[in-house]
């Protein structure tokens, strides 16, 4: 059943409006009213209950969204609001909509009776959008029914019963919906006797709870039952699932900590994972999708918190819905711990931020706590990250490390995770300079790439060796069914020969791609070695030049590194030697003889140089890399090299000034005999 509704001309919805209504039933007229007042409205809403009143504006009902909501909560169970001019987030005039229809011939202006028509049957078209104001959610209160105010000597007995029979209408309330497997949250206030009251907070829709759970308004006790009004309205088309949000989540890569206070205010707290408080608030009766929606706007909640050694169900529930973490201190705080910890948090960090209840404290309090319980934690995995000669997101890092893995285990997660989807993402694209990774990261995505060529060339090469033993067996039993005695005449015929000559080079070949395929093996082992040693810090990337010129640094990029090797030392370029100081290289390492004066040249700059011993691993033209614990002796070797050098200058520098001070001297004698 349908109801279409248009405002009558020179009629405003905020002052007595007037209606004309026109109510359908399977396609049929079944009630027709002109001019009808706000009253007469409402009866014929409840005597006919109609599944939908369709209008051409919802703000022809009601002059702004609080008037909407009043209007809607007075409306029947189950009967919703249709917008037949909004399709799909577009808005279109009524006479347009009714001629391409057919339900006009015209688009002539429309009278109110007629329109009221024309939208009841548009609504039975599917044509128009629901209007939905209240959420999946319902509030179930249940209070006194009158106020106790002072009284005789019986006053005290009453007030006692009145807490008990709240307390025994809330644990029926109680067992109905868990009866009935509903999802809720409950909050209350103790007294002696009982509850002062108690609040429900169903996560269903009003409907469900219809024939459940009755509203009630006695003497002594009264029930409550409301829909949870939506924070933004919602426009869902009838001919598609097209939603239209008035507000929408923020997305955010930020990873937080959430702390909060449950209740009938409840408090929350967010903080980041560097320790900046990001939000603070308190709100009477929300719900866990209102705090979801809240703290989703400011990032991903990777830690969920609370003040008490026991989490409350409203915590615990908040937990498992955001996959978070839920850490609980080791017994409840005391409200003079939470007023210090807050205190000191906010003095020592210079925040002037303002706290404005005991439930925002609480939380705030909670959040602190958990923050300074990892904060040991997060300044290990900054230490260690700084280490690696390649950049990954700290705060990624740091909520793996969070949710139980060691800042290794968390590392190497990442960089699996990282390239593999570059690995397929390289199969559809090409190749494209990565942005804001250093060398070392480049080339280890290189490298993992010719791993994976390595691994594909050596799947293909085991085809070819299962064929050649395929091919190699074939040959066999044919030599075998040759050598039977119907053949014996012709062994030494040229088929035989020939099928000889194949099986020689089928095992021929086959040794050839086993001993390819045990290469590849150790290639592969080597590679990834050598990249898990990168990741560990056990290896140390250097990078490469051919010559030490003013042309080869100019074609790297932005240089970094304390240290460089040179593939060739025979030409020195002074103005190269000036660069690579300002840059702040320490130490230059070439496989190159060098001799004690091109040492001395390289020490008036401030560098060492060492000609290397050892076995350097070439990863391309751009890096070397060495063993860390060869790496290390080495610069320390270097290092001690070039002071004992700067020494000899030094010495050397004040003896030329002292022979020219001498010469200066005995010039000055000579002129004066």
């Given amino acids: 059943m349908i109801m279409g509704l248009d405002l009558m001309p020179g009629c405003a919805p905020e002052s007595e409006p007037r209606y004309s209504a026109v109510v359908l039933k399977g396609g049929k007229v079944i009630e027709k009213k002109n001019d009808i007042g706000i009253i007469g409205l409402y009866s014929l809403i409840k005597r006919y209950k109609p599944d939908f009143i369709a209008v051409d504006n919802i703000y022809e009902l009601a002059v702004n969204r609080k008037a909407l909501i009043k209007f809607a909560k007075k409306l029947p169970l189950g009967t919703k609001i249709i917008q037949v001019t909004r399709i799909d987030g577009e808005d279109y005039p009524l006479e347009v909509l009714a001629k391409k229809y057919g339900l006009v011939e015209s688009e002539s202006k429309l009278s109110p009776i007629r329109t009221a028509e024309i939208c009841a049957r548009l609504a039975l078209m599917n044509v128009g959008s629901i209007v939905e104001i209240f959420e999946n959610e319902t509030r179930i209160v249940v209070s006194r029914g009158r106020s106790l105010g002072s009284g005789g000597m019986s006053q005290a007995r009453y007030q006692r019963n009145i807490r008990g029979l709240i307390l025994r209408v809330t644990r029926e309330i109680k067992e109905k ?81 959430v702390g909060i206070d449950p209740g009938i205010t409840t408090g929350i707290a967010v903080i980041d994972f560097s320790g900046s408080i990001l939000s603070i608030k308190s709100g009477r009766e929300l719900s866990r999708s209102a705090v979801i ?12 918190t609370t003040d008490v050694a026991k989490a409350p169900n409203f915590v615990k529930k908040i937990a498992s819905a955001l996959s ?34 005991s439930h925002e404290r609480d939380a705030l309090a909670a959040a602190i706590k958990a923050y300074q319980h990892y904060l040991p934690k997060f300044k290990q995995v900054e230490d260690y990250v700084k280490e690696l000669p390649f950049k990954v997101p700290l705060s990624q890092i740091k909520a793996l ?86 053949f014996k005449e012709i062994m030494k015929d040229r088929t035989f020969y020939t099928l000889q000559m194949r099986l020689n080079k089928a095992n021929l070949q086959l040794r050839e791609k086993e001993r390819e395929i045990e290469l590849l093996k150790k290639k592969l082992e ?61 130490l230059v390492l070439t496989c190159s003889n060098v001799n ?68 200066e001297r005995i010039k000055i004698l000579l002129n004066k005999e």
């Fill in 324 to 357: 978070a973490v839920l850490y609980l201190p080791e017994r409840n705080l005391t409200i003079e711990e939470k007023r210090e910890i807050v205190q000191g948090y906010l003095e020592r960090n210079r925040l002037n931020i303002k706290v404005s209840n």
């Fill in 177 to 257: 919906l868990e009866k009935n497997g509903l999802d809720y949250d409950i909050f209350f206030r103790k007294s002696d006797s009982g509850l002062e009251w108690s609040l429900f907070i169903v996560y269903a829709s009003r409907e469900k709870l219809y024939g459940l759970i009755r509203p009630k308004k006695g003497h002594d006790v009264q029930v409550i039952i409301e829909p949870i009004v939506k924070s933004e309205l919602l426009f869902r088309s009838l001919s598609g699932d097209k939603v239209e949000y008035y507000r929408k989540l923020r997305e955010s890569a930020r990873h937080i900590i």
């Fill in 293 to 304: 929606e809240f703290v989703s706007n400011y990032g991903k909640p990777v830690v969920i």
């Fill in 596 to 663: 004690r004066d091109d040492k001395f040249k390289f020490a008036e700059n401030n560098l060492a140089v060492v000609s290397l011993k050892v076995s350097v691993l070439y990863l391309s033209d751009r890096f070397v890399v060495l063993p860390r614990d060869t790496y290390d002796s080495i610069k320390e070797q270097g290092l001690k090299e070039l002071e004992n050098l700067r020494d000899l200058i030094i010495e050397k520098k004040i003896e030329e000034i002292l022979d020219e001070y001498r010469k």
């Fill in 401 to 486: 490390v969070v949710k139980g893995k060691t800042i290794k285990e968390a590392v190497q997660q990442y960089i699996e995770r990282v390239y593999s989807s570059k690995v397929k993402c390289s199969e559809k694209v090409p190749a494209q300079p990565a942005s804001e990774q250093t060398k070392l990261l480049e080339k280890i995505s290189n490298y993992i790439n010719r791993i994976n060529e390595l691994e594909l060339e050596n799947l293909k090469l085991k085809e070819q060796v299962n064929k050649l033993i395929s091919e190699k067996e074939e040959i066999i039993q044919t030599i075998d069914f040759m050598r039977t005695q119907y």
């Fill in 526 to 586: 080597y590679w990834k070695g050598m990249a898990l040693d990168l990741a560990a810090r056990k290896a140390v990337a250097i990078p490469r030049i051919k010559v030490l010129s003013l042309s080869a640094l100019s074609e790297m990029e932005e240089f970094s590194s304390e240290s460089i090797f040179v593939d060739n030392l025979s030409f020195v370029d002074n103005r190269a030697l000036k660069k690579l100081k300002d840059r702040g290289a320490r």
